[in-house]
């Protein structure tokens, strides 16, 4: 036990050589720097459309690149492509599970893909050439729940999982490519940088790490939360992060200054974040919470400007669509909500 000691109060030593280092180069705080900025007027988005066909709850959601298709994934075992301007269904996937916790579209929108309890992700190709949509691959490695995936392109993806871990896959061969390890607790969200070349993961281990794709090396681990990290997702310029965690609040971290830069938490706000995305602009924060409610913030100067109010349980799910126009959130009430 006596090395297991040193060895820890060394790690301990070290954890806070990084902390007073990042100390030291703090020159400023976000506060100052924005200090003569003006806080958003108030933001009031109104339902535009509502899409019902879901049976039950709805666990996740993900835009399209066109800004006008978007996929959903719900424990009713549909994965349903909407057009959100019409609100019609282009496609209703029957899964073979119906424990399914993620869904996710190819940026090229030729293919769909979901994952949850049965610890595969499957991708589905939805320009086939009878026009039927059929499953295009199993991938199968994973030894915990799936619970998250996003696309790199037609011919890769990334997966995070309850087993700790994050893989990319060459979905032509269905083979690993690389393993992403070093979050202690489940990984329960990814999110892609601008440029595809990095992404991040939020875990149970209440950190969010920085991952290069390329090379597979973990570079920057965040941490501040005092529960898991639930979501996690790029600032748009691609050199900040942004989490939301179980402990009711979201933070932003700078990647280039290596700090937190700024919490975003309401004392009137008691229940854990479960999605968040940010506006095209950055300048404000969405962010689904267990009480039902979706809530807007400034992200620079942290004050809540507006809150969306129409779903009947948790919403599960939020995304912003890639011109900025629209935001859709889903909820456990099998309903999805077109909003701006």
């Not at 900025?37 to 993900?62: D, E, F, N, P, W």
């Not at 993806?157 to 202690?184: F, V």
């Amino acid at each position: 036990m006596g090395e297991m000691e040193q060895l820890r109060k060394e790690a301990e030593s070290l954890k806070d050589q990084i902390t007073a280092a990042r100390k030291a180069v703090a020159d400023t705080t976000l506060d100052e720097a924005v200090a003569d900025t003006v806080v958003v007027s108030r933001v009031q988005l109104k339902t535009r459309k509502t899409l019902r066909g879901h049976l039950a709850k709805i666990y996740a959601m993900h835009w399209c690149t066109d800004t006008k298709l978007c996929v959903s994934a719900s424990q009713d075992g549909k994965l349903i492509v909407w057009d959100t301007l019409t609100t019609n269904k282009v496609s209703a996937i029957p899964l073979k599970s119906s424990w399914v916790m993620t869904c996710a579209y190819a940026p090229s929108g030729n293919l769909v893909a979901c994952g949850g309890l049965d610890n595969m992700c499957s991708i589905y190709n939805l320009k086939g050439k009878d026009g039927n949509v059929k499953v295009m691959r199993e991938l199968a490695s994973h030894t915990g729940y799936l619970s998250c995936c996003r696309f790199l392109s037609d011919s890769e993806i990334i997966t995070s999982s309850g087993d700790c871990t994050c893989i990319l896959w060459d979905i032509e061969t269905g083979t690993e490519k690389t393993t992403y390890a070093g979050h202690l607790g489940d990984c329960m969200s990814l999110g892609m940088s601008p440029d595809f070349k990095t992404f991040i993961s939020g875990a149970c281990d209440y950190t969010a790490k920085h991952w290069d794709i390329r090379d597979g090396n973990c570079t920057h681990t965040f941490s501040g939360h005092e529960s898991d990290v639930n979501a996690i997702g790029f600032f748009p310029n691609g050199n900040a992060i942004i989490t939301g965690s179980d402990d009711c609040t979201l933070k932003l971290y700078d990647l280039r200054a290596d700090q937190e830069l700024i919490t975003y938490q309401d004392s009137s706000i008691m229940c854990g974040v479960t999605s968040l995305a940010p506006s095209l602009s950055g300048r404000l924060l969405l962010a689904g919470y267990d009480d039902f409610n979706v809530n807007i913030w400034d992200a620079l100067k942290a004050e809540r400007v507006g809150t969306l109010a129409g779903h009947d349980n948790r919403v599960s799910c939020i995304g912003v669509s890639s011109d900025g126009m629209a935001c859709c959130t889903g909820s456990w009430d099998s309903f999805l909500k077109i909003w701006n």
